[in-house]
């Protein structure tokens, strides 16, 4: 029988438990296991950094939420990232990157994988002719965000996997933005799925985390290996809170995206606020490809100020109910400078954002009063 998304986050991976008849599943906060005999672990069980039922509670139902094969957890999405790297590219390779990325991601290719011999050159992930062009023939991957972090950009998924493919690549998609409910890219043609779960999946700003999921046993093979023998693998209560945020991520998105809707608009009508971007917006130049490939746009807001980066920061540090800080996703809202907070480490790079630029995270609140504080911080800078 075929599952609905909110029945599948829910119940994949979380039957209730065989000896107590528990619906939640148990947290295994233990690090190793009894042994039937020697080599013979009791129900494939041996060490909690090999395997631990409640990661793999979790594991399973990313995958089913992805519609992936298999998935693999991570004690963030940094270290998801860095373990898919070392698991499938070699030193000499080479990966075209999103040229609008999350400032972490940038700084893995830059400052680490770099020095250990992997290249990497940057292509505007709009532009397909670009990315085929950024393409060599030791390029190993394709690397995008749709939406992009923090820019807002969109990628044509289908279309980027086609070109990767063709030139032997493949196609790996950070879905942190749109999660699994918004948008499915590996039915679009990727090949892994990059999550940091901290945000959306987990949902509540009190657990980070990361996650890979793809369909390939060959490539989830190599996967798996290096997830063990790298470890940097979730805790078990860490995977017990990020399934605690999953049962509720359907209705969690579609009020994160009933409220950036309304934000969105009522920015486009700011003297304070000189540029929006939010791919729900009919004049988003990626709004028709976002509109065929997503269910909805997300809760993610950006926008630039009129009054230039003094004017930025000082929306940021007026608001009241938009909380000043990183990270997104979460069901309170957040405000913040990525030139200044998220993206910092881009700056000087081809990767570099404007430095009038805000990101909002809407947050599941009232909408009225995210709009009154809103009104209120631009109002200090419009007068």
Same mark, same amino acid.
């Given at each position: 029988?075929?599952? %609905?998304?909110?029945?599948?986050?829910?119940?994949?991976?979380?039957?209730?438990?065989?000896?107590?008849?528990?619906?939640?599943?148990?947290?295994?906060?233990?690090?190793?296991?009894?042994?039937?005999?020697?080599?013979?672990?009791?129900?494939?069980?041996?060490?909690? &950094?090999?395997?631990?039922?409640?990661? =793999?509670?979790?594991?399973?139902?990313?995958?089913?939420?992805?519609?992936?094969?298999?998935?693999?957890?991570?004690?963030?999405?940094?270290?998801?990232?860095?373990? /898919? #790297?070392?698991?499938?590219?070699?030193?000499?390779?080479?990966?075209?990157?999103?040229?609008?990325?999350?400032?972490?991601?940038?700084? #893995? !290719?830059?400052?680490?994988?770099?020095?250990?011999?992997?290249? !990497?050159?940057?292509?505007?992930?709009?532009?397909?002719?670009?990315?085929?062009?950024?393409?060599?023939?030791? @390029?190993?991957?394709?690397?995008?965000?749709?939406? @992009? *972090?923090?820019?807002?950009?969109?990628?044509?998924?289908?279309? #980027?996997?086609?070109?990767?493919? =063709?030139?032997?690549?493949?196609?790996?998609?950070?879905?942190?933005?749109?999660?699994?409910?918004?948008?499915?890219? #590996?039915? /679009?043609? $990727?090949? +892994? +799925?990059?999550?940091?779960? @901290?945000?959306?999946?987990?949902?509540?700003?009190?657990?980070?985390?990361?996650?890979?999921?793809?369909?390939?046993?060959?490539?989830?093979?190599?996967?798996?290996?290096?997830?063990?023998?790298?470890?940097?693998?979730?805790?078990?209560?860490?995977?017990?809170?990020?399934?605690?945020?999953? &049962?509720?991520?359907?209705? &969690?998105?579609?009020?994160?995206?009933? *409220?950036?809707?309304?934000? $969105?608009?009522?920015?486009?009508?700011?003297?304070?606020?000189?540029?929006?971007?939010?791919? %729900?917006?009919?004049?988003?130049?990626?709004?028709?490809?976002?509109?065929?490939?997503?269910?909805?746009?997300?809760?993610?807001?950006?926008?630039?100020?009129?009054?230039?980066?003094?004017?930025?920061?000082?929306?940021?540090?007026?608001?009241?109910?938009?909380?000043?800080?990183?990270?997104?996703?979460?069901?309170?809202?957040?405000?913040?400078?990525?030139?200044?907070?998220?993206?910092?480490?881009?700056?000087?790079?081809?990767?570099?954002?404007?430095?009038?630029?805000? &990101?909002?995270?809407?947050?599941?609140?009232?909408?009225? =009063?995210?709009?009154?504080?809103?009104?209120?911080?631009?109002?200090?800078?419009?007068?």
């Amino acid at each position: 029988m075929t599952h %609905g998304f909110e029945t599948l986050a829910i119940h994949a991976g979380q039957e209730p438990d065989t000896a107590t008849g528990a619906v939640v599943p148990p947290i295994y906060q233990t690090s190793t296991y009894a042994q039937d005999a020697v080599g013979a672990p009791r129900r494939g069980y041996e060490y909690s &950094r090999s395997g631990n039922p409640t990661r =793999d509670a979790l594991q399973e139902c990313l995958a089913a939420l992805e519609g992936g094969r298999s998935a693999l957890t991570f004690a963030s999405g940094l270290a998801a990232e860095d373990t /898919l #790297l070392r698991a499938l590219c070699r030193p000499g390779d080479h990966v075209v990157i999103a040229g609008d990325a999350y400032g972490g991601t940038y700084r #893995l !290719f830059a400052k680490v994988t770099e020095p250990w011999g992997l290249s !990497f050159s940057t292509a505007p992930e709009t532009d397909i002719d670009a990315v085929r062009a950024a393409i060599r023939d030791n @390029t190993r991957l394709v690397w995008v965000e749709t939406p @992009t *972090n923090p820019l807002l950009n969109i990628a044509d998924l289908a279309n #980027l996997a086609q070109v990767a493919h =063709d030139r032997g690549a493949l196609l790996v998609v950070d879905n942190t933005f749109a999660t699994p409910y918004l948008q499915a890219p #590996l039915s /679009l043609g $990727a090949d +892994v +799925v990059v999550h940091s779960t @901290t945000k959306y999946i987990g949902g509540h700003s009190d657990v980070v985390g990361g996650a890979l999921i793809a369909n390939d046993d060959e490539l989830l093979t190599k996967l798996a290996y290096h997830q063990n023998a790298m470890g940097a693998v979730n805790g078990p209560f860490d995977a017990w809170l990020t399934m605690r945020g999953i &049962r509720t991520l359907g209705v &969690r998105m579609d009020r994160h995206c009933d *409220n950036a809707e309304k934000v $969105a608009d009522f920015l486009t009508r700011q003297s304070a606020v000189r540029q929006v971007y939010y791919p %729900g917006l009919p004049e988003h130049p990626g709004h028709e490809v976002a509109a065929k490939q997503m269910r909805r746009f997300g809760g993610m807001v950006s926008f630039r100020a009129a009054g230039g980066e003094a004017a930025a920061i000082d929306i940021c540090n007026r608001a009241k109910l938009f909380v000043l800080g990183e990270s997104l996703g979460g069901v309170e809202s957040l405000i913040e400078h990525p030139g200044r907070m998220t993206h910092a480490s881009v700056a000087g790079s081809p990767l570099e954002v404007p430095a009038d630029l805000v &990101r909002l995270s809407v947050g599941i609140e009232t909408i009225d =009063d995210l709009l009154a504080d809103l009104e209120q911080a631009l109002g200090s800078v419009s007068q």
